[in-house]
C-alpha cells in the first residue's frame, strides 16, 4: 500500500467517525429537546424517518440540512467545532 492510499483510507476512517457522531449527537438533541414522534409531527416526516437518521451515519451537507429542516440550532450536529 502506497502513502497516498494510506493517507486515503485515514481520511475516508475519520469521515466515517464524524458521519457517525452526527447520528449520535442527533440522537442526544432528540432526546433532550422532544421525542422522534412529536419532532417528525413537527417537521411534516415519518418517526421512522428519524429513526433512520439516527441509526444511520450522514455527511456534513446532509447535517446542515437537517439542522435546517429540524430548526436545530446551527452546527450542534458538527462533532468538531472550532
Not at 36 to 42: D, I, S, V
Not at 62 to 73: C, H, L, M, V, Y
Request: proline share 4%; glycine share 8%; aromatic share 8%.
Amino acid at each position: 500500500m502506497g502513502v497516498e492510499e494510506a493517507m486515503r483510507k485515514k481520511r475516508d476512517g475519520v469521515m466515517l467517525l464524524m458521519a457517525q457522531r452526527r447520528s449520535e449527537l442527533l440522537k442526544k438533541w432528540i432526546n433532550d429537546h422532544t421525542t422522534q414522534a412529536e419532532l417528525a409531527r413537527q417537521v411534516g416526516c415519518t418517526r421512522q424517518y428519524i429513526s433512520w437518521l439516527i441509526r444511520n451515519p450522514f455527511g456534513y451537507d446532509a447535517a446542515r440540512g437537517i439542522e435546517s429542516k429540524f430548526r436545530i440550532p446551527d452546527g450542534t450536529l458538527e462533532p468538531l467545532k472550532f
